[in-house]
């Protein structure tokens, strides 16, 4: 795959990144002009360098132990608009330009299916 994106990821914010047992950094997806929160996934150095090189939403499959680029059987892309570790460098927001659903079911966020509580 051909892109214009290129990784600048210091390696100092590699080594900074706390990671689960497996390798494993959650990575949170947002709609970088709405704010929306999309999903959640998980990447380890390799999908997070795939994202940051390709510019598309790259995650590692907890159950079927495999890289997945958001959209690829879908068509459901996410174009990655920037990357920012959070402050405890154990979470990753990945703001993005959804293009279709984000989730699984065919929603546009995963965030959507059971409200636990809403106040005004």
């Keep these: ?13 590699t080594a900074r990144l706390k990671r689960t047992a497996d390798g494993l950094v959650p990575a949170i997806a947002q709609q ?21 090189t390709t510019g598309r ?5 907890r159950s079927r132990q ?4 958001k959209g690829d059987t879908s068509g459901h892309v996410q174009h990655v608009k920037s990357v920012a570790l959070d402050c405890d460098a154990d979470t990753l927001l990945i703001k993005v330009d959804q293009v279709g ?5 065919g929603d546009r966020t995963c965030f959507d299916a059971d409200v636990l509580l809403t106040q005004d």
Excluded: F, K, Q
């Design 1 to 13: 795959m051909t892109s214009s994106h290129t990784s600048n990821l210091d390696p100092a914010i």
């Design 57 to 61: 939403g790259t995650y590692w499959s």
């Design 101 to 105: 659903a984000a989730c699984h079911t």
């Design 66 to 69: 495999e890289y997945w680029v």
């Design 32 to 52: 970088y002009d709405t704010g929306e929160v999309l999903m959640l996934g998980w990447m380890d150095d390799e999908a997070l360098h795939r994202t940051l």
